[in-house]
């Protein structure tokens, strides 16, 4: 996530074609494990392995991790459409 908030804030300054793929790549692998970590939640809580008040703000965490992402991804796209 870092490296991606990063790359997507020097993009603004210099295009690079790598970087731009890099963040897309490392977007990708955000859903990736966004989906595991959702299931893996699931899994702890039905085995009762987790407090019911913390579902929640985790769900909600991973929701906001994965929209920064993607929003680091739709700056790269731009960026790299509008050279």
Known sequence: MECNLRDASILTEIFNAETVKDVIRREEDVDVRVKESLDNHLKRFHQRECSPEAGPIFVEMLGHLERI???????????RDIQ
């Not at 992402?69 to 960026?79: G, P, Q, R, T, V």
């Open 69 to 79: 992402s993607d929003l680091c991804n739709n700056m790269a796209e731009y960026i």
